[in-house]
């Protein structure tokens, strides 16, 4: 397996601090430096458009701080925090951080919070936790430390939680969990079968029960179509309705 590259932005209101921290990711391996960032709203355009693996982010900042910039990420982007006061600690790991530097932190520091970052990214990235075929019938999913096979006919829809995602499958009662994000999973997924109706729902098109209004029923499970996907669920419906 070849290492993994963690992308990442830099995000503090001091020109001398976004300048140390870039020259520490400049010369740690497994971090791919993408853009310094003097505020959280400079960074919030930026990744808009960019997504990223990480964020190293200086909390006490002007018009919107690190803590409340942290809360808008995409759930995929981790964060560690730098900053000079140690009382944002615990809401520091209230908001998932990876890692928490009390400035001013040296480069053995800052590599040791790295790489608390890149063994999570090895966990989530690193190992191919969903191969589909070819011929797109099946996957296979690691649950348990066992790799599970699954025929895709008998998905009924995938449920994201976090970090995790939830596979309902016909005929059984309790979900396989596996350790990996919805997006991740969208992306290996046949479009043709499946379809995004929800941030937390991927539904498979040939298991739909019943369509009533904006919720589709999947044995007797009612999940709501959400209005970013409702054009695409849209489409689908009147591609394949008899017209009267």
């Given at each position: 397996m070849s290492p993994i590259k963690i992308t990442?932005?830099?995000?503090?209101?001091?020109?001398?601090?976004?300048?140390?921290?870039?020259?520490?990711?400049?010369?740690?391996?497994?971090?791919?430096?993408?853009?310094?960032?003097?505020?959280?709203?400079?960074?919030?355009?930026?990744?808009?458009?960019?997504?990223?693996?990480?964020?190293?982010?200086?909390i006490q900042m002007p018009d919107l701080t690190g803590l409340e910039f942290s809360k808008m990420l995409p759930k995929e982007t981790r964060v560690i925090f730098t900053t000079a006061f140690d009382h944002y600690a615990l809401e520091g790991f209230k908001v998932e951080a990876i890692d928490y530097l009390l400035k001013p932190f040296d480069y053995a520091e800052f590599l040791a919070a790295a790489n608390k970052a890149n063994a999570w990214f090895e966990l989530v990235k690193g190992q191919?936790?969903?191969?589909?075929?070819?011929?797109?019938?099946?996957?296979?999913?690691?649950?348990?430390?066992?790799?599970?096979?699954?025929?895709?006919?008998?998905?009924?829809?995938?449920?994201?939680?976090?970090?995790?995602?939830?596979?309902?499958?016909?005929?059984?009662?309790?979900?396989?969990?596996t350790l990996m994000s919805l997006k991740s999973l969208e992306e290996e997924l046949p479009s043709t079968q499946f379809m995004r109706v929800h941030r937390s729902f991927i539904v498979s098109l040939n298991n739909i029960n019943v369509i009533e209004r904006s919720q589709i029923i999947i044995n007797e499970q009612r999940i709501t179509v959400s209005e970013h996907y409702k054009p695409k669920f849209l489409e689908f419906i009147n591609n394949n309705s008899l017209n009267s």
């Open positions: 990442c932005v830099i995000v503090d209101d001091e020109p001398m601090a976004l300048n140390l921290v870039e020259s520490y990711v400049e010369k740690t391996p497994f971090l791919d430096f993408k853009k310094k960032c003097s505020s959280a709203i400079e960074a919030m355009e930026y990744i808009k458009t960019n997504p990223v693996d990480l964020v190293f982010l200086d191919k936790q969903s191969i589909v075929s070819e011929e797109k019938e099946f996957l296979f999913v690691k649950s348990e430390y066992k790799q599970l096979r699954i025929k895709l006919a008998d998905v009924l829809y995938f449920e994201g939680l976090k970090d995790y995602i939830k596979i309902w499958i016909k005929d059984n009662p309790k979900p396989i969990l």
